[in-house]
């Protein structure tokens, strides 16, 4: 059974830094992609990042040059690197995993930016 595990969200002021993890309970490496999710109340969930098996990495266009999507397969963990946050990235953030038609979530963890 496939598990993830979100964690690392917290309230930072604009400008700063903050890295998001996602534990997975399975070789990162037999899901087709690995992914962050946000969402925020009352919205659909949106893309912010994922890479796919082979390493090719997609971003949201509100994210790009700022957040960073990695892997570490030795852990089997997947980060998200956010910098120069901004108030509107402020949402639940979602760890998500696809393998063929079958998506795993992670429980979510709330990142917070003041302005």
């Known amino acids: 059974q496939v598990q993830l595990v979100d964690s690392g969200g917290d309230t930072v002021r604009a400008g700063n830094s903050l890295t998001l993890s996602c534990a997975s309970s399975?070789?990162?490496?037999?899901?087709?992609?690995m992914g962050w999710y946000r969402q925020t109340p009352g919205q659909e969930r949106e893309l912010v990042a994922h890479?796919?098996?082979?390493?090719?990495?997609n971003y949201a266009d509100s994210v790009k040059g700022r957040f960073s999507i990695s892997r570490d397969g030795a852990s089997n963990t997947v980060y998200l690197q956010m910098n120069s946050l901004k108030p509107e990235d402020t949402a639940v953030y979602y760890c998500?995993?696809?393998?063929?038609?079958?998506?795993?979530w992670g429980q979510g963890t709330q990142v917070t930016v003041l302005s």
């Open positions: 399975t070789n990162i490496f037999e899901f087709n992609t």
């Open positions: 890479i796919n098996v082979g390493g090719v990495r």
């Open positions: 998500n995993a696809r393998i063929m038609s079958r998506y795993y």
